[in-house]
């Protein structure tokens, strides 16, 4: 007599399969586009450092003195306080952009991973980016970073929204 009796094979299921909520599509959508714009936001800034030192040459050329008409940027002195004050203003904003951003893109990438103080934090920068890509209309800039500001305006508008519209009773839900 064998003390051994045949079993059926056990079959287990996945719970987490079944019962797992899925990520709202909104949440996908604003990490990916706030990466997106983060990413656009270091290439516009690259092209700040790179160019910099010939847009403040316009800069400067454009609004030579107090009521003055412009004059030409090779004419412009780059050892002059006012030059040397653009410079540091540009590489500040630049580096400054350039950290930010990494930061968005961490913080949208942890946004995937279900937090919602995460996704406060990353609204709140990309906001502040397309204020300051709106601001940056009004300085002479280098033209990759003017189009890399406007598609970081656009991308970061829609990051936006799709942020807010991630943290809203369907996707407490799961839908």
């Known amino acids: 007599m064998s003390m051994y009796e045949p ?6 299921q996945d719970g987490r399969a079944a019962e797992a909520p899925q ?12 990466i997106a714009a983060a990413t656009l936001n270091v290439i516009s800034s690259i092209g700040i450092i790179v160019s910099g030192t010939q847009a403040i040459k316009e800069q400067i050329a454009a609004n030579a003195d ?29 580096y400054n952009t350039i950290f930010w951003s990494l930061v968005l893109i961490l913080l949208a990438w942890l946004a995937l991973r279900g937090g919602g103080a ?23 800039l280098p033209t990759l970073t ?4 406007v598609l970081v305006a ?15 009773k369907a ?4 839908r």
């Open 154 to 168: 656009v991308l970061g508008l829609a990051a936006a929204v799709f942020f807010f519209g991630s943290g809203g």
């Open 171 to 174: 996707a407490r839900q799961g």
């Open 23 to 34: 990520r709202p599509a909104n949440l996908t959508r604003a990490a990916y586009t706030a």
């Open 146 to 149: 003017l189009v890399a500001d």
């Open 7 to 12: 079993q059926a094979p056990a079959h287990f």
């Open 66 to 94: 107090m009521g003055s008409g412009p004059i030409s940027p090779d004419d412009v002195d780059i050892q002059s306080d006012r030059f040397e004050g653009l410079q540091m203003i540009y590489s500040g904003l630049a």
């Open 118 to 140: 995460v996704r406060v934090f990353a609204t709140i920068i990309v906001i502040f980016s397309v204020l300051f890509k709106v601001v940056g209309l009004f300085i002479t």
